[in-house]
Nanobody
Framework: QAPLLDSGGGLVQAGGSLTLSCVDP????????MGWFRQAPGKDREFVAA????????IYSDSVKGRFTISRDYAKNTVHLQMDSLRPEDTAVYYC????????????????????WGQGTQVTVFE
């Protein structure tokens, strides 16, 4: 499968905002759930947010709920992650991924065939 193309990371002061974008150039995942994960240095990759599926529902990890907003632009095969009120602990490499399976506790890959991942985009939040 063609990899996803994620972008939009950068350096931002605490309290600031960034918007990440992920394009599905193969138009493969329009009917699937797409989402974002992140990995900080020395830590495991963790789920951040996801959107899509039959009800176009959204789901967030507790650590970003109320600060991040995920949205889908189906016409452009793109998923966005609007990140507000950023904190130093949000510093990580952010990865787009699809397709995802979701439970109330979060989302994961591997349940619906092979997953596609973006190359990752660095987000650094400083005090």
């Amino acid at each position: 499968q063609a990899p996803l193309l994620d972008s939009g990371g950068g350096l931002v002061q605490a309290g600031g905002s960034l918007t990440l974008s992920c394009v599905d150039p193969g138009h493969i995942f329009s009917t699937y759930i797409m989402g974002w994960f992140r990995q900080a240095p020395g830590k495991d990759r963790e789920f951040v947010a996801a959107a899509g599926g039959k009800r176009n529902a959204t789901i967030y990890s507790d650590s970003v709920k109320g600060r991040f907003t995920i949205s889908r632009d189906y016409a452009k095969n793109t998923v966005h992650l609007q990140m507000d009120s950023l904190r130093p602990e949000d510093t990580a490499v952010y990865y787009c991924a699809a397709p995802l399976s979701c439970r109330s506790s979060g989302c994961f890959t591997g349940d619906i065939g092979s997953a596609s991942w973006g190359q990752g985009t660095q987000v650094t939040v400083f005090e």
